[in-house]
Structures are given as C-alpha cells and as structure tokens.
C-alpha cells in the first residue's frame, strides 16, 4: 500500500489557506449576485407600474366614453385592442426580466456547486489515512455480528463495490486490498441477482 503522506489527496498549510481564501471569494460573489437579483426584481416592478402608468389613461378614458354610450362597438374594440397592448407589453417586460433573473440563478448555482467543490477538499475524511480507512472498511465488509445472516439480508450495504464507489481514493483502496474480496457470498435472492445482471453492483 503507498505511504499516506505521498498522496496527493491530503491538502497542505497552503493549499488549505488557498482553498478557504477562495471560498470566502465565492460566497462574496454569492452575496453579489443576490444584491443584482433583488435589484433586477426591483427594476421590474418599476417597469411594470411605469407602463401601467402609461396605458392606464388611455383605458379610463375609453372605459368612461363606453359608459356614456358613445360609439360602443368602436370604443369597446379600441379599449380591447389598447389592452392587449397593455397585456403585451408587460408580457415582454416579464420576460425580459425572467431571463436576467434565471442567468443570474444560474451563475449563484454554480458558485454554491465550486463552493461544494473546495469544500469537500477539506473535508476532515481526507485526513484519515489508508491503514484507517482499510480498517474502517473491513469493519462495514465484515462486520463482528452475526455477518452471514445480516449480510445476506443486507447485501448492498457490505459489497467492496459500494465503497468503491464513493471517490477515487476509496476506489483505489478498496480494488487494491485483496482481504476485501477474500469472501464469496452465494444468495439465490432473485433481487441481488437482478441488481447484478443489471450492472447496479
């Protein structure tokens, strides 16, 4: 097994300071990009009341003309047609503002996904060495209890596959530890065996 302190995995004094420098530069950004969210909501509501503002007389107008009875049939066209202007034009604004909005979304979602990222770099399982880790899985492979019984109950939670599964490290560990794979369990489990022939172990 390579020596723990060869692995590239452990992060330094350096690369640790680094790595939480540029968190702290991303979460700034975070903040930044709420600020331009709420502000873009805010640009929106003023767009909007400026254009009902705008269409607002001309509906009155044409509303109060249609009360008095004058030209109906032209003046409940006109009104219709001034309100479908209305319906469009605050469509457009919407839309316009949806767009920024979600470019905006987007970029704080991944901000929080690199946050994420540098994050599990520090994670404090990464300090845990290989003699450590070897152990650890050979007590969740093998464990003291009654193992065959729980096992065959269990089957997903003790295959080496699993743990194999978790990262490149684990995957490296686990595929060169031969005691991991010195038990054969045989099950006649119809769903083990189709979870198998489906490639999901």
């Given at each position: 097994?390579?020596d723990p302190?060869q ?6 004094e ?10 702290s530069?991303l979460?700034t ?5 709420d ?5 873009e ?6 767009r ?12 009155l107008?044409?509303k109060r ?6 030209e109906?049939d ?13 319906n469009?034009?605050?469509r457009?604004?919407r839309q316009?503002?949806k767009?920024r909005?979600?470019?905006l979304?987007?970029?704080?979602v991944q ?5 994420r ?9 990464r300090?845990v060495?290989?003699d450590i880790?070897l ?6 492979i ?15 939670d003790h295959?080496p ?11 490296e560990?686990v595929?060169?530890?031969p ?5 054969i369990?045989v099950?006649?489990?119809?769903d083990v ?7 999901k172990?």
């Amino acid at each position: 097994m390579a020596d723990p302190s060869q692995r590239a995995c452990l992060p330094t004094e350096a690369e640790t300071t680094a790595t939480l420098d540029r968190i702290s530069q991303l979460s700034t950004q975070i903040t930044q990009t709420d600020q331009e969210i709420s502000r873009e909501r805010r640009k929106e509501k003023r767009r909007l009341e400026e254009e009902h503002e705008y269409w607002a007389p001309l509906v009155l107008d044409l509303k109060r003309r249609l009360a008095i009875g004058t030209e109906n049939d032209g003046i409940r066209q006109e009104l219709k047609n001034v309100e479908e202007e209305e319906n469009e034009a605050r469509r457009k604004i919407r839309q316009e503002f949806k767009e920024r909005a979600d470019r905006l979304q987007e970029r704080k979602v991944q901000l929080e996904a690199n946050i994420r990222g540098l994050q599990s770099f520090l994670a404090p399982i990464r300090k845990v060495n290989e003699d450590i880790l070897l152990e650890i899985f050979r007590l969740v492979i093998r464990p003291d209890y009654n193992w065959l019984d729980e096992a065959l109950k269990n089957y997903d939670d003790h295959s080496p596959w699993n743990l194999a599964q978790i990262c490149s490290q684990w995957r490296e560990i686990v595929l060169s530890s031969p005691e991991l794979w010195s038990g054969i369990m045989v099950t006649s489990d119809l769903d083990v065996i189709s979870r198998r022939r489906g490639g999901k172990e």
